[in-house]
């Protein structure tokens, strides 16, 4: 199985400490809520979704996160 792409639109995401629907529902928790670079962005409260585990996701096999995005911002390829 080869590793899966997973895009997450950050647009449509907004602030995943108010969601994390998708970081408490991945069965082998590929995802994790983490802040960015605050020195590229100088703040130090952006926080996003990164796919912290892309090996473990069986893409289409589950989709489990894509299905339950409120906001429709995961995309798995």
Same mark, same amino acid.
């Not at 994390?20 to 928790?29: A, D, F, K, M, W």
């Not at 796919?51 to 390829?77: G, M, R, W, Y």
């Given at each position: ?6 895009? %997450? #639109?950050?647009? =449509?995401?907004?602030? &995943?400490?108010?969601?994390? @629907? ?13 802040? %960015? #670079?605050?020195? =590229?962005?100088?703040? &130090?409260?952006?926080?996003? @979704? ?17 299905? =339950? ?9």
């Amino acid at each position: 199985m080869g590793k899966a792409k997973i895009i %997450i #639109d950050y647009d =449509k995401c907004g602030d &995943p400490r108010n969601c994390r @629907i998708c970081v408490g529902i991945c069965p082998p928790g590929v995802l994790n809520l983490t802040f %960015i #670079d605050k020195e =590229k962005y100088h703040n &130090p409260q952006v926080w996003v @979704i990164k796919d912290a585990f892309p090996h473990l996701c069986t893409k289409s096999e589950c989709n489990v996160c894509v299905e =339950k995005c409120p906001n429709q911002a995961i995309t798995i390829k």
